[in-house]
């Protein structure tokens, strides 16, 4: 599995180890609590509605939600290595001690529940379906009996991969709590070499490999079965994070950069806008929430959120900090008669707009510079990301997202929210200028900046768009 490397910034610990080496206490438990995800992603509305009719008792719901939270408390405060099989095992017992269903069909739909109630969002409950279908899978294999024989005809395959160094990890299978199954199997299907000695990801290759290493010994018959269902049939196929991963973000960059003087509460999230959990495209399942978690870890979320914060900043926008107008000086030293030079110095202060225009100029040059750095090497950072990045830490509320489409009302009151979100640069341009009155606030800024980000054709000539009044455009 591929290390990330992390910089030690901002005056923030933010590794997990610490949160979870140590007991949890229950505050921090409660931050995966969903607060973000407007939309039920993960689970049809059909569904939803039979899991309200089963789960219609809100004092059982209180007490099934609290023995999950206690234990997810109990596991990151145990296991050193917190394998997510190791998980499902916890809760398991802890659900069956307290005689409440724990089969796999009992666990799928209280996880359903604790979706639906925004116990947990959407990335937790794929993490953890995911998971409670491969511990009942892998349970109720049938590990006996001869495998298809596999036509083998792979000799430089076999060449380029020493099965006992690549098969290691399962000489015995892993306990899940000094060895995870999940991490030893990633491990093979990332060191899998093809015939011109390259890391592949082909599934043949891989498949071909687990049944030679069968064949020759390596690994007992058992073990080939079950890492067969990991190759196959596990979702791990189509992993996009890891609970570990997902609870650093959760623990260490969700809410941390809320402003002081914060004044916005969510009262039903229900009726807020989905930006966050909107797809990222037509045919797929990723919300644009899914994606930064599968894109960065906590640390850039937090770098890319400081983007926003620090354009806030300039625009005299930020609810914790009193900006002074901008202005720039130009010195000139002019030769006069008797040949000495006059000192002359200009002192411009902007208008709100320029102001605004020169923080989005700015902010785009951030965003080049964060690109820059060896954090984010691989990575394209887009504007959306440091959107979502802002709300997931906090900095930016469901309703300052919601007052791009509010805001486009003034002058495109019948556009759809698509429309509005993406065609509202347009909009600006067509009227010439737009002055945002101070005092401005935190809405009317992001309103503007992501109009900005989401345009999808850039202007090839801005004369038209000259006016007298602002002269940074």
């Known amino acids: 599995m591929m290390m990330r490397f992390k910089l030690a910034l901002i005056g923030l610990s933010l590794t997990l180890g610490q949160a979870t080496h140590a007991q949890v206490p229950m505050?921090?438990?409660?931050?995966?609590?969903?607060?973000?995800?407007?939309?039920v992603g993960t689970i049809r509305k059909g569904e939803r509605k039979k899991i309200k009719e089963k789960f219609n008792n809100p004092k059982i719901n209180e007490k099934i939600t609290n023995l999950f939270y206690e234990s997810l408390q109990n596991f990151l405060s145990r296991e050193d290595k917190q394998c997510e099989l190791r998980l499902i095992e916890v809760i398991k017992k802890n659900f069956e001690a307290a005689k409440i269903d724990s089969s796999e069909e009992g666990l799928q739909d209280i996880f359903k529940m604790l979706r639906v109630t925004n116990a947990i969002d959407d990335i937790l409950y794929d993490i953890l379906s995911?998971?409670?279908?491969?511990?009942s899978e892998l349970g109720v294999l049938k590990l006996t009996g001869k495998p298809l024989r596999i036509s083998f005809k792979r000799k430089k395959l076999i060449k380029n991969n020493n099965l006992e160094e690549l098969f290691a990890g399962f000489k015995e299978w892993p306990d899940e709590s000094s060895r995870c199954s999940y991490q030893e199997f990633v491990f093979i299907k990332n060191n899998v070499r093809n015939k011109d000695n390259r890391l592949s990801k082909?599934?043949?290759?891989?498949?071909?490999l687990v049944y030679r290493a069968y064949k020759e010994n390596v690994i007992d018959l058992a073990t080939f079965r079950k890492l067969e269902?990991?190759?196959s049939e596990s979702f791990l196929k189509d992993r996009n994070y890891w609970l570990q991963d997902y609870l650093k973000v959760i623990f260490n960059a969700k809410n941390?950069?809320?402003?002081i003087k914060a004044t916005y509460v969510v009262r039903n999230l229900e009726e807020e806008d989905d930006f966050s959990s909107e797809r990222i495209r037509r045919f797929t399942r990723m919300t644009r929430r899914q994606l930064l978690y599968k894109k960065y870890d906590e640390t850039q979320i937090i770098l890319l959120a400081q983007v926003l914060q620090k354009s806030s900043k300039r625009m005299g926008t930020d609810p914790d900090t009193?900006?002074?107008?901008?202005?720039?000086?130009?010195?000139?030293?002019?030769l006069n008669e008797s040949g000495e030079r006059d000192t002359y110095v200009e002192k411009i202060e902007l208008d709100t707009q320029s102001q605004y225009n020169l923080a989005r100029r700015l902010l785009r040059k951030d965003m080049t510079e964060?690109?820059?750095?060896?954090i984010f090497i691989g990575i394209r950072i887009t504007f959306e990301d440091i959107v979502v990045a802002a709300y997931e830490t906090g900095y930016i509320t469901v309703e300052d997202i919601e007052y791009v489409v509010k805001y486009d009302d003034l002058w495109n009151p019948t556009t759809s929210n698509f429309e509005k979100v993406v065609g509202f640069v347009g909009t600006v341009a067509r009227m010439g200028s737009i002055f945002v009155p101070i005092p401005w606030n935190i809405p009317t800024s992001i309103a503007l900046g992501i109009a900005e980000g989401l345009i999808l054709n850039t202007r090839k000539n801005g004369a038209e768009n000259d006016n007298p009044a602002t002269f940074i455009e």
Request: proline share 4%; glycine share 2%.
């Open 370 to 374: 964060l690109q820059m750095m060896d």
């Open 256 to 259: 941390k950069m809320r402003p």
């Open 27 to 39: 505050e921090k438990m409660l931050k995966i609590r969903n607060d973000k995800e407007v939309i």
């Open 229 to 231: 269902y990991l190759r």
């Open 202 to 208: 082909k599934k043949s290759e891989l498949k071909h």
């Open 322 to 334: 009193i900006s002074s107008v901008p202005f720039i000086t130009q010195e000139f030293q002019t």
């Open 130 to 135: 995911g998971v409670n279908r491969d511990f």
